[in-house]
């Protein structure tokens, strides 16, 4: 079978590995969706010297969703031909983290399937049946690629910040992630004001819901979401990139007794605590994946509220292509990218 690699400086190689087999409470996944996410760009970009053995690398892709194909000794719950997500984290099950679905968060240490274990961009991945997730009907195979990461970020950021339809909602970034935040806030009944630098993803934005977008390549986004909001600022902000500017942006925009939620991942980020947190009265939270039955739940909503998920996808590559997609990923821009399997 074929897998996807990241040697390094920008450059994947596709290897031929051996089929995998089950073991004991084990399970393998012939992919049908694997989705491209932006935390696995880090990796892409590395220097090929950070990366290290390059016989010892793991196949990236963390948004796996496929077919049960192959089932080990005591597996019950899964059946060959169950249609499946994969929630991509192991711990030890035996944790308060652990119990509660947050197995990302266990306290003896997770392991991370596309990083420290063979991910979702290959032909068949073997993992333990415990984190597969059935799809509900009505939910296709990409989408479920994205509920698995990027996108069901989004849905639990929202549930972090107590979204309801009283709210208006300034979403940073429009990637993947937080265009999938103006789809579920739209469909929660929020207002939704979308902030990017980009042109096509701000008008992705707009084809997805989002009510106003803002250039702030061109616009101080600050000030335009106080014209917006009465002078006031908005009720709840969501950071989606990870950006110093951005967070700051989010805090700043964010009315007197606003929620903030931070979702992006990497660099460091300085507030002048006092006038713009402590002054405010915010409530500032992280949220990072989620649990789980957090992933049956988002996937639920998707189906039962008719988010119109498909019209995320931008790009389908095969596997065949990963150098290319991951070109085209790098580059921003785009809505989801994902590979797929007929």
């Given at each position: 079978?074929r897998?996807?690699?990241?040697?390094?400086?920008?450059?994947?190689?596709?290897?031929?590995?051996?089929?995998?087999?089950?073991?004991?409470?084990?399970?393998?996944?012939?992919?049908?969706?694997?989705?491209?996410?932006?935390?696995?760009?880090?990796h892409?970009?590395?220097p090929?010297?950070?990366?290290?053995?390059?016989?010892?690398?793991?196949?990236?892709?963390?948004?796996?969703?496929?077919?049960?194909?192959?089932?080990?000794?005591?597996?019950?719950?899964?059946?060959?031909?169950?249609?499946?997500?994969?929630?991509?984290?192991?711990?030890?099950?035996?944790?308060?983290?652990?119990?509660?679905?947050?197995t990302?968060?266990?306290?003896?240490?997770s392991?991370?399937?596309?990083?420290?274990?063979?991910g979702?961009?290959?032909?068949?991945?073997?993992?333990?049946?415990?984190?597969?997730?059935?799809?509900?009907?009505?939910?296709?195979?990409?989408?479920?690629?994205?509920?698995?990461?990027?996108?069901?970020?989004?849905?639990?950021?929202?549930?972090?910040?107590?979204?309801?339809?009283?709210?208006?909602?300034?979403?940073?970034?429009?990637?993947?992630?937080?265009?999938?935040?103006?789809?579920?806030?739209?469909a929660?009944?929020?207002?939704?004001?979308?902030?990017?630098?980009?042109?096509e993803?701000?008008?992705?934005?707009?084809?997805?819901?989002?009510?106003?977008?803002?250039?702030?390549?061109?616009?101080?986004?600050?000030?335009?979401?106080?014209?917006?909001?009465?002078?006031?600022?908005?009720?709840?902000?969501?950071?989606?990139?990870?950006?110093?500017?951005?967070?700051?942006?989010?805090?700043?925009?964010?009315?007197?007794?606003?929620?903030?939620?931070?979702?992006?991942?990497?660099?460091?980020?300085?507030?002048?605590?006092?006038?713009?947190?402590?002054?405010?009265?915010?409530?500032?939270?992280?949220?990072?994946?989620?649990?789980?039955?957090?992933?049956?739940?988002?996937?639920?909503?998707?189906?039962?509220?008719?988010?119109?998920l498909?019209?995320?996808?931008?790009?389908?590559?095969?596997?065949?292509?990963?150098?290319?997609?991951?070109?085209?990923?790098?580059?921003?821009?785009?809505?989801?990218?994902?590979?797929?399997?007929?």
């Amino acid at each position: 079978m074929r897998g996807v690699v990241f040697t390094g400086d920008k450059e994947v190689e596709i290897r031929t590995l051996p089929d995998p087999h089950p073991g004991a409470g084990e399970v393998v996944i012939q992919m049908k969706a694997s989705g491209l996410c932006g935390s696995d760009l880090r990796h892409y970009r590395a220097p090929k010297a950070e990366r290290g053995d390059p016989t010892n690398l793991k196949v990236a892709g963390h948004e796996p969703c496929g077919v049960i194909a192959e089932i080990g000794a005591g597996v019950t719950e899964l059946a060959v031909g169950d249609r499946v997500m994969m929630h991509h984290y192991t711990g030890c099950r035996a944790c308060t983290m652990c119990r509660i679905g947050y197995t990302q968060m266990c306290l003896h240490g997770s392991v991370v399937y596309g990083t420290g274990a063979n991910g979702g961009h290959e032909d068949y991945l073997i993992c333990p049946a415990y984190t597969c997730v059935k799809m509900p009907d009505g939910l296709d195979f990409d989408e479920g690629s994205a509920c698995a990461c990027g996108t069901g970020t989004a849905f639990w950021a929202l549930k972090r910040l107590n979204l309801s339809g009283d709210d208006t909602l300034a979403i940073f970034g429009q990637g993947p992630v937080g265009a999938s935040g103006t789809m579920f806030a739209k469909a929660m009944g929020a207002r939704v004001i979308a902030v990017d630098v980009d042109t096509e993803r701000l008008e992705l934005a707009r084809s997805l819901g989002a009510d106003v977008c803002i250039d702030a390549g061109t616009q101080n986004p600050v000030e335009a979401i106080r014209e917006l909001t009465h002078g006031e600022g908005s009720p709840a902000t969501l950071d989606c990139t990870g950006r110093p500017e951005a967070r700051i942006n989010a805090v700043d925009s964010a009315m007197l007794w606003g929620r903030v939620c931070f979702v992006g991942e990497g660099n460091t980020t300085t507030f002048d605590v006092s006038p713009q947190i402590i002054h405010k009265q915010l409530t500032i939270v992280g949220s990072w994946t989620f649990s789980l039955n957090g992933l049956a739940e988002v996937a639920r909503f998707v189906v039962d509220r008719k988010v119109p998920l498909k019209d995320l996808f931008t790009h389908r590559f095969t596997l065949d292509e990963a150098d290319a997609a991951y070109k085209l990923f790098e580059a921003g821009g785009t809505g989801k990218v994902c590979f797929t399997w007929a």
